[in-house]
């Protein structure tokens, strides 16, 4: 299943340090999810603002996949959408876990000014998402797909910004496998659209 790559792609966050001494590297092998990692106790403003923003965009993104499981009718689209469901699920709960070990809160206070200077957020209206359960079945999946793809590029650029002005690195680490896992599925869904 679809599902089992993207969680595997963000679980090896915890074993990719190969300059770490055995001992160090024996907790992140009894990891069993990636909500289990933790982050460290260095971090940046950058870090903070790209989990904040990622969570966000997640909870959001949690929305849509949920109403695509439910109304899709290709099986492709349906599998997309219950693989990000799992795999973001995980990846709320490690972010949500790394903000409170730095004590800071897992929301942003304003999604269109806080951030306005790093493209405001979100890209995707509440009403954009609202539409979707209402919508006619034969123009679901179309509109589903356009919407998901932009709302998967909101989140690469995050992992860029954070990739370029991050402190942490087990939050570099997980920006770059957020880049790698949403590419790939703007690739899938540009060529759902497609087909």
């Known amino acids: 299943m679809a599902a089992a790559p993207l969680l595997l ?4 966050t915890a074993a ?19 909500s289990e990692i933790t982050a460290g106790s260095t971090f940046n403003d950058t870090d903070v603002m790209f ?5 966000d965009n997640q ?3 949690q929305q849509m996949a949920q109403i695509a499981a439910e109304r899709a009718t290709r099986p492709e689209v349906v599998e997309l959408a219950e693989a990000v469901q799992v795999t973001q699920a995980d990846e709320i709960k490690m972010m949500t876990n790394w903000l409170t070990e730095w004590g800071k809160p897992a929301t942003l206070d304003e999604r269109t000014s806080l951030h306005a ?9 509440e009403k954009e998402i609202a539409a979707l359960k209402t919508m006619k079945k034969a123009q679901f999946e ?7 793809l932009g709302h998967q590029h909101n989140a690469v650029e995050f992992a860029q ?7 942490n690195e087990q939050a570099k680490a997980f920006a770059e496998r957020v880049k790698q896992s949403r ?5 899938q869904m540009l060529k759902l659209l497609a087909g």
């Not at 792609?9 to 090896?12: K, Q, S, V, Y």
């Not at 200077?117 to 209206?125: K, Y």
């Open 9 to 12: 792609g963000a679980c090896g």
């Open 16 to 34: 990719d340090k190969p300059e770490a001494a055995p001992a160090a590297t024996a907790p992140a092998q009894n990891v069993k999810n990636v």
């Open 51 to 55: 989990l904040q923003m990622l969570i």
């Open 59 to 61: 909870q959001q993104g």
């Open 117 to 125: 200077d790093h493209g405001g957020l979100p890209a995707t209206s």
């Open 142 to 148: 179309t509109a589903f797909l356009n919407l998901f």
């Open 161 to 167: 910004l954070e990739l370029s002005k991050g402190g």
């Open 183 to 187: 590419t790939d599925q703007v690739q």
